[in-house]
């Protein structure tokens, strides 16, 4: 995924008619509106597209400011997760992104798998997605919370220290509630795998 770089895509944006919000001799603010774009790797693959109902671009440090964004996170033509948020960021030539408020991550799986968060941050240029403050991840087998987390390329979450996690029973009601110290959850296997710190205590739960 290195190597994203801009597309010109964006400039039909600039073109609408919108009136800038001039802030000084060198600096412009760009108010769009519905803003839909897809960015591609150099080789032209997709990577992700976004869209939004209200955002604006700073031409002076490169960056978009979006509002209510929704995020397709893409294999090729597929996409592989969506995430939506009540406000993000992009920078450094679209390499990097960062949502905050309501942060909710959910797979495409039939029976779904959810992810929330306070904060989501993604340098493009790493496969890994940062997760951080009041974690939670859900499907109909578990929920577990944390204050951070991490989404790997690989598809496994690791949710570090404190974790809780509570085990849902085939009406999925809520049957136990354990303490870890930390937490794997694999979104391709559906397993859950726990240790603690000194490795003498390890379980792993196939659902």
């Known amino acids: 995924m290195s190597n994203i770089y801009r597309l010109i ?12 919000n001039v802030i000084d001799e060198n600096k412009v603010i760009q108010k769009i509106e519905s ?11 997709k990577v992700y597209s976004i869209t939004s109902p209200h955002s604006s671009y700073d031409n002076i440090e490169l960056k978009f400011e979006l509002k209510k964004p ?13 995430i939506s948020a009540e406000e993000s960021t992009l920078s450094n030539n679209n390499k990097l992104l960062k949502l905050k408020g309501n942060v909710k991550l959910k797979t495409l799986k039939k029976d779904g798998d959810f992810l929330y968060a306070d904060n989501f941050i ?4 790493n496969t890994n ?12 087998n578990i929920i577990l919370n944390s204050g951070k987390a991490i989404l790997g390329s690989d598809n496994i979450i690791e949710f570090f220290n404190p974790v809780k996690y509570i085990i849902k029973d085939e009406n999925n009601e809520n049957k136990y509630q354990i303490n870890s110290e930390n937490a794997l959850y694999n979104l391709t296997t559906e397993s859950a795998s726990f240790k603690a710190k000194d490795k003498r205590v390890k379980s792993i739960i196939y659902f």
């Open 70 to 82: 929704i995020i397709n996170i893409l294999n090729g033509d597929e996409t592989k997760y969506i």
């Open 122 to 125: 993604w340098n493009i240029e």
């Open 129 to 140: 997605y940062l997760l951080e403050g009041n974690i939670r991840f859900e499907n109909q």
């Open 35 to 45: 803003l839909d774009i897809t960015i591609f790797s150099k080789s032209g693959d």
């Open 9 to 20: 895509i964006f400039l039909p944006f600039f073109m609408l008619g919108c009136a800038p």
